[in-house]
Protein backbone atom coordinates (compact mmCIF):
# COMPACT_ATOMS: atom_id res chain seq x y z
CA UNK A 1 0.00 0.00 0.00
CA UNK A 2 0.71 3.31 -0.11
CA UNK A 3 2.13 3.89 -3.27
CA UNK A 4 3.18 7.09 -5.39
CA UNK A 5 3.63 7.24 -8.96
CA UNK A 6 5.14 10.12 -10.49
CA UNK A 7 4.73 11.00 -14.44
CA UNK A 8 7.11 11.49 -16.74
CA UNK A 9 10.31 10.30 -15.04
CA UNK A 10 12.53 12.11 -17.26
CA UNK A 11 12.03 14.92 -19.49
CA UNK A 12 14.26 17.14 -21.87
CA UNK A 13 12.69 19.85 -23.08
CA UNK A 14 14.26 23.25 -24.90
CA UNK A 15 15.11 26.55 -22.88
CA UNK A 16 11.48 28.86 -22.24
CA UNK A 17 8.80 26.15 -23.00
CA UNK A 18 6.78 24.73 -19.80
CA UNK A 19 6.76 21.71 -18.51
CA UNK A 20 4.15 19.55 -16.30
CA UNK A 21 4.95 16.79 -13.93
CA UNK A 22 1.86 14.59 -12.37
CA UNK A 23 1.94 13.17 -8.73
CA UNK A 24 -0.89 10.78 -7.91
CA UNK A 25 -1.49 8.46 -5.42
CA UNK A 26 -2.80 5.14 -6.41
CA UNK A 27 -3.90 3.59 -3.60
CA UNK A 28 -4.54 5.79 -0.46
CA UNK A 29 -6.61 9.68 -0.80
CA UNK A 30 -3.53 11.84 -0.34
CA UNK A 31 -4.72 15.12 1.50
CA UNK A 32 -1.32 16.84 1.37
CA UNK A 33 1.05 16.78 -1.30
CA UNK A 34 4.51 18.08 -1.25
CA UNK A 35 7.39 18.89 -3.41
CA UNK A 36 10.60 18.93 -3.29
CA UNK A 37 13.42 19.80 -5.45
CA UNK A 38 17.00 17.10 -5.02
CA UNK A 39 20.20 18.65 -7.12
CA UNK A 40 23.12 16.56 -7.47
CA UNK A 41 24.56 15.01 -4.31
CA UNK A 42 22.44 17.12 -2.31
CA UNK A 43 19.31 16.53 0.04
CA UNK A 44 15.83 17.18 -0.76
CA UNK A 45 14.54 20.54 -0.68
CA UNK A 46 11.17 20.99 0.12
CA UNK A 47 9.35 23.61 -2.18
CA UNK A 48 6.17 23.83 -1.53
CA UNK A 49 3.33 22.08 0.18
CA UNK A 50 -0.39 21.43 -1.14
CA UNK A 51 -3.72 20.64 0.58
CA UNK A 52 -6.39 19.39 -2.18
CA UNK A 53 -8.77 22.30 -3.54
CA UNK A 54 -6.38 24.50 -2.10
CA UNK A 55 -3.38 27.32 -2.84
CA UNK A 56 0.04 26.03 -1.89
CA UNK A 57 2.04 27.24 0.32
CA UNK A 58 5.74 27.77 -1.20
CA UNK A 59 9.01 28.24 1.23
CA UNK A 60 10.99 30.89 1.03
CA UNK A 61 12.69 31.69 -2.18
CA UNK A 62 10.51 29.58 -4.39
CA UNK A 63 9.06 31.28 -7.01
CA UNK A 64 5.33 30.52 -6.87
CA UNK A 65 4.94 31.87 -10.64
CA UNK A 66 7.41 29.94 -11.97
CA UNK A 67 6.36 26.49 -10.12
CA UNK A 68 2.54 26.36 -10.63
CA UNK A 69 1.27 23.81 -8.31
CA UNK A 70 -2.40 22.63 -8.64
CA UNK A 71 -4.14 19.97 -6.31
CA UNK A 72 -6.94 19.58 -7.79
CA UNK A 73 -8.10 15.55 -6.54
CA UNK A 74 -6.93 13.22 -3.46
CA UNK A 75 -5.60 11.35 -5.80
CA UNK A 76 -3.36 13.94 -8.06
CA UNK A 77 -0.85 16.95 -7.99
CA UNK A 78 0.91 18.81 -10.54
CA UNK A 79 3.76 20.88 -10.85
CA UNK A 80 4.27 22.93 -14.27
CA UNK A 81 7.71 24.43 -14.49
CA UNK A 82 6.87 28.10 -16.43
CA UNK A 83 9.25 29.06 -18.94
CA UNK A 84 12.24 26.45 -17.94
CA UNK A 85 15.79 27.70 -18.06
CA UNK A 86 18.86 25.47 -17.67
CA UNK A 87 18.89 25.95 -13.70
CA UNK A 88 15.88 24.22 -13.79
CA UNK A 89 17.14 21.27 -14.23
CA UNK A 90 16.87 18.84 -11.93
CA UNK A 91 15.46 16.00 -9.72
CA UNK A 92 11.56 16.81 -8.77
CA UNK A 93 10.10 14.56 -6.41
CA UNK A 94 6.47 14.25 -4.94
CA UNK A 95 5.34 12.98 -1.37
CA UNK A 96 1.77 12.29 -0.31
CA UNK A 97 0.60 11.82 3.19
CA UNK A 98 -2.80 11.08 4.49
CA UNK A 99 -5.17 13.22 6.28
CA UNK A 100 -4.00 13.13 10.14
CA UNK A 101 -1.20 10.83 9.11
CA UNK A 102 2.38 12.66 9.09
CA UNK A 103 4.31 9.81 7.50
CA UNK A 104 4.93 10.98 3.62
CA UNK A 105 5.21 8.56 1.22
CA UNK A 106 7.78 9.50 -2.02
CA UNK A 107 7.02 8.82 -5.68
CA UNK A 108 9.90 7.96 -7.81
CA UNK A 109 11.28 10.96 -8.78
CA UNK A 110 11.25 13.09 -12.47
CA UNK A 111 13.83 14.39 -14.03
CA UNK A 112 14.03 17.63 -15.88
CA UNK A 113 17.09 18.46 -18.18
CA UNK A 114 16.67 21.74 -19.88
CA UNK A 115 18.41 22.26 -22.88
CA UNK B 1 12.46 25.25 14.25
CA UNK B 2 14.05 21.86 13.75
CA UNK B 3 17.24 20.65 12.03
CA UNK B 4 18.94 17.05 11.29
CA UNK B 5 22.58 16.45 11.21
CA UNK B 6 24.12 13.20 9.89
CA UNK B 7 27.99 12.91 11.29
CA UNK B 8 28.71 11.07 8.25
CA UNK B 9 28.49 11.79 4.55
CA UNK B 10 30.18 8.56 3.25
CA UNK B 11 30.20 5.28 5.32
CA UNK B 12 31.86 1.97 3.65
CA UNK B 13 31.52 -1.75 5.28
CA UNK B 14 32.30 -5.10 4.18
CA UNK B 15 29.36 -7.43 3.41
CA UNK B 16 28.61 -9.28 6.72
CA UNK B 17 29.62 -6.34 9.23
CA UNK B 18 27.24 -4.49 10.89
CA UNK B 19 25.96 -0.55 9.47
CA UNK B 20 25.64 2.05 11.72
CA UNK B 21 24.54 5.31 10.08
CA UNK B 22 24.35 8.52 12.61
CA UNK B 23 21.88 10.84 13.03
CA UNK B 24 21.60 13.80 15.88
CA UNK B 25 18.66 16.31 15.57
CA UNK B 26 17.00 19.50 17.61
CA UNK B 27 13.66 20.29 17.80
CA UNK B 28 10.94 22.79 19.34
CA UNK B 29 8.64 20.40 20.07
CA UNK B 30 8.38 16.20 20.49
CA UNK B 31 9.26 15.35 17.50
CA UNK B 32 9.05 12.33 14.56
CA UNK B 33 12.14 11.12 13.17
CA UNK B 34 12.10 8.81 10.09
CA UNK B 35 14.79 7.58 7.84
CA UNK B 36 14.87 6.97 4.28
CA UNK B 37 16.44 5.35 1.94
CA UNK B 38 17.08 6.25 -1.48
CA UNK B 39 18.80 4.15 -4.42
CA UNK B 40 20.49 5.83 -7.44
CA UNK B 41 18.02 7.66 -9.77
CA UNK B 42 14.91 6.25 -7.44
CA UNK B 43 12.26 8.11 -4.86
CA UNK B 44 12.79 7.76 -1.02
CA UNK B 45 11.48 4.65 0.58
CA UNK B 46 10.41 4.27 4.08
CA UNK B 47 12.94 2.58 6.45
CA UNK B 48 11.05 3.10 9.82
CA UNK B 49 9.49 6.11 12.04
CA UNK B 50 9.60 6.88 15.29
CA UNK B 51 6.47 8.44 16.66
CA UNK B 52 6.87 8.98 20.83
CA UNK B 53 5.87 4.94 20.95
CA UNK B 54 8.92 2.74 21.94
CA UNK B 55 12.17 4.21 21.51
CA UNK B 56 13.82 0.81 19.59
CA UNK B 57 11.98 1.28 16.25
CA UNK B 58 12.62 -2.10 13.82
CA UNK B 59 12.01 -1.02 10.21
CA UNK B 60 12.30 -3.37 6.96
CA UNK B 61 15.10 -5.18 6.25
CA UNK B 62 16.22 -5.66 9.65
CA UNK B 63 17.37 -1.92 9.84
CA UNK B 64 16.78 -0.27 13.41
CA UNK B 65 17.04 2.96 14.76
CA UNK B 66 16.76 3.88 18.77
CA UNK B 67 15.63 6.82 19.72
CA UNK B 68 17.86 8.54 22.71
CA UNK B 69 16.02 11.83 24.03
CA UNK B 70 18.95 12.40 26.28
CA UNK B 71 21.71 12.50 23.49
CA UNK B 72 19.36 13.46 20.84
CA UNK B 73 20.41 10.97 18.61
CA UNK B 74 18.40 8.18 16.26
CA UNK B 75 21.35 6.36 14.50
CA UNK B 76 19.91 3.87 12.07
CA UNK B 77 22.23 0.17 12.30
CA UNK B 78 21.81 -3.17 10.78
CA UNK B 79 23.69 -5.97 12.30
CA UNK B 80 25.20 -7.71 9.14
CA UNK B 81 25.29 -5.49 5.81
CA UNK B 82 24.16 -6.68 2.72
CA UNK B 83 25.30 -5.94 -0.97
CA UNK B 84 21.81 -4.11 -1.76
CA UNK B 85 22.07 -1.99 1.40
CA UNK B 86 24.36 0.00 -0.89
CA UNK B 87 22.61 3.39 -1.14
CA UNK B 88 21.77 7.10 0.04
CA UNK B 89 19.62 7.14 3.56
CA UNK B 90 18.28 10.31 5.15
CA UNK B 91 17.63 10.92 8.51
CA UNK B 92 14.53 13.15 8.68
CA UNK B 93 12.58 14.76 11.74
CA UNK B 94 9.03 16.06 11.27
CA UNK B 95 7.58 18.75 13.48
CA UNK B 96 4.53 17.61 14.99
CA UNK B 97 3.40 20.15 16.45
CA UNK B 98 -0.25 20.24 15.42
CA UNK B 99 -2.26 23.09 14.10
CA UNK B 100 1.21 25.32 13.07
CA UNK B 101 2.26 25.64 9.83
CA UNK B 102 5.31 23.43 10.03
CA UNK B 103 2.77 20.44 11.37
CA UNK B 104 4.27 17.68 8.89
CA UNK B 105 7.08 19.52 7.42
CA UNK B 106 9.83 17.33 7.01
CA UNK B 107 13.66 18.40 7.19
CA UNK B 108 16.56 16.48 5.81
CA UNK B 109 19.63 15.38 6.94
CA UNK B 110 22.82 15.91 4.31
CA UNK B 111 22.04 12.05 3.28
CA UNK B 112 25.17 9.36 4.47
CA UNK B 113 25.91 7.19 1.23
CA UNK B 114 26.55 3.75 2.49
CA UNK B 115 28.67 1.27 0.15
CA UNK B 116 28.96 -2.29 0.93
CA UNK B 117 31.72 -4.38 -0.09
CA UNK B 118 32.19 -7.84 -0.92
Known amino acids: GAVVSQHPSRVICKSGTSVKIECRSL??????MFWYRQFPKKSLMLMATSNEGSKATYEQGVEKDKFLINHASLTLSTLTVTSAHPEDSSFYIC???????????FGPGTRLLVL | AQSVTQLDSHVSVSEGTPVLLRCNYS??????LFWYVQHPNKGLQLLLKYTSAATLVKGINGFEAEFKKSETSFHLTKPSAHMSDAAEYFC????????????????FGQGTILTVHP
Open chain 1, 95 to 105: SASQAGLETQY
Open chain 1, 27 to 32: DFQATT
Open chain 2, 27 to 32: SSYSPS
Open chain 2, 92 to 107: VVSDSHAGGTSYGKLT
